[in-house]
């Protein structure tokens, strides 16, 4: 008799916003032997990939690679910057900077959060869970710091439980216009290598970010990129940090090598990584998101359901959030899909609970397997009694055949 844990014949549709689909590159380039870590093929291996993320990032600057997962790199980021007691600032844009709130409180940071301004169509239980980050509140909460004791200004960039992409640069301008010291510390976990980020030349003092999302990688390693104001401000930061202190990895990585036993294997797969992002080009991997998200939302759109980003101009590249109609269950319609067509979907998370479900359009994706998860979701959406205003199949596949992919244009001509 079958059994109910067996593994269906087919791929798995892995739809939540990361882990992502990893690369059948990727996953051969994780099986490599395992090598020893102090040793010369080592070394190469570390330089190599030190280099290539900081590229990612768009960095000069050093970019310290973790063995742990993107919570890690959030510790990493405030303890090694902050002292207990210090002040910072915030933006509720949904669950994960809840949690990173949260996390910085129990460190014993004093915090501050500040919530989107409007009221226009947010849901009522979760208030600014619609919206990016809004830098005129940021710039206006700066300019009545006079005593200067904001010590960090914390965002998050691609908020993966909603669907939006918040604009890091105007949050730049905005402490640049306060005339504030304040660092700006952003999470781009589920942004980075899939929509634009330029630590650099938006005066990023600390990007946090991880492996299971734009860089097609399994969960397991994670990333700070810090600025030379980041590093200055370690040398008087008092929070207790060993593991993840900056400064030895900093120092040992300048030949390759980690002050611990680094993640091989994923540094293996980092490599490969890199090797296909930097071989298409940054540029070309952010527009091919942006393609993804707007043949999704095309299918959102079609069902005349409602988007959680309520701001057309932060809808995010990386995935897309479904609000399900008054007294249907989010959960329920994402169980029956996972079980009926084994395609899993993100949940509705924290104050979104049952509200609505996430569709993920990152990692080892294409246009058709796109498409599949739009028809798994309208098949699962009419079984649970949803009504749906139209075809988002239909209004998927027109999106796609209508706008073509520049690398397929290049490859017809
Ligand atoms: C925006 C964001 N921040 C933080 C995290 C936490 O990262 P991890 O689950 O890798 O610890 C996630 C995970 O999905 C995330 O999407």
Redesign the pocket.
């Known amino acids: 008799m079958l059994q109910l844990d067996s593994h269906p014949t087919g791929r798995h549709f892995l739809q939540i ?2 882990p992502s689909p990893v690369p059948d590159r990727i996953l051969r380039a994780l099986s490599l032997p395992t090598i020893d870590h102090r040793g010369p093929e080592f070394g190469a291996l570390g330089r190599k990939v030190l280099a290539g993320i900081r590229q990612v990032f768009k960095t000069q600057h050093p970019v310290v690679i973790y063995p ?7 510790e990493a980021a405030l303890s090694n910057t902050l002292s207990p007691g210090d002040h910072v600032l915030m933006f509720e844009t949904g669950h ?2 809840s ?2 709130q949260k996390m910085a409180a129990r460190l014993g940071i004093s915090t501050e959060f500040l919530v989107y301004g409007g009221t226009d169509a947010d849901l009522p239980q979760a208030p600014g869970w619609r919206h990016g980050v809004q830098a005129d509140l940021i710039e206006a909460r700066l300019r009545k710091d006079t005593g200067k004791k904001i010590k960090a200004v914390c965002v ?6 909603t669907g939006v992409t918040s604009d890091i640069a105007s949050v730049r301008r905005a402490i640049d216009a306060a005339g504030h010291p304040a660092l700006l510390m952003v ?5 980075l290598a899939s929509a634009d980020f330029r630590h650099d030349e938006w005066g990023v003092d600390v990007t ?1 970010s ?4 734009g860089l097609m990688l399994p ?1 397991g390693i ?1 990333f700070n990129a810090i600025s030379p104001r980041a590093l200055d401000a370690m040398k008087s930061a008092t929070l207790p940090r060993s593991f993840w202190a900056w400064d030895e990895i900093v120092e040992m990585n300048k030949d390759g090598y980690w002050p611990y036993t680094p993640n091989t294997n994923l540094l293996y797969g980092l490599s490969e990584s890199l090797d296909m992002l930097l071989g298409e080009g940054l540029d070309n991997v952010f527009a091919r998101h942006q393609r993804w998200g707007a043949g999704v939302r095309a299918a959102v759109n079609a069902w005349g359901l409602p988007i959680q980003c309520a701001d057309p101009a932060v809808y995010s590249p990386v995935l897309t959030g479904v609000i399900t109609p008054e007294g249907i269950d989010a959960d329920a319609v994402r169980r029956l899909i996972h079980q009926r067509f084994d395609l899993s979907l993100g949940t509705g998370l924290g104050k979104l609970k049952g509200r609505m479900f996430r569709m993920g359009h990152l990692g080892d994706s294409n246009d058709l397997t796109l498409v599949a998860m739009v028809a798994g979701v309208e098949m699962g959406l009419k079984l649970s009694g949803v009504k749906l205003a139209g075809s988002g199949v239909q209004a998927s596949m027109d999106y796609f055949a209508g706008h073509a992919a520049p690398a397929a244009l290049q490859k017809a001509a």
């Open positions: 916003p990361g742990a997962s993107g919570t890690g790199a959030w994960f900077a949690l990173w998050v960039h691609n908020e993966t439980s999470d781009s976990i589920s942004g946090i991880g492996s299971q999302k969960p994670s």
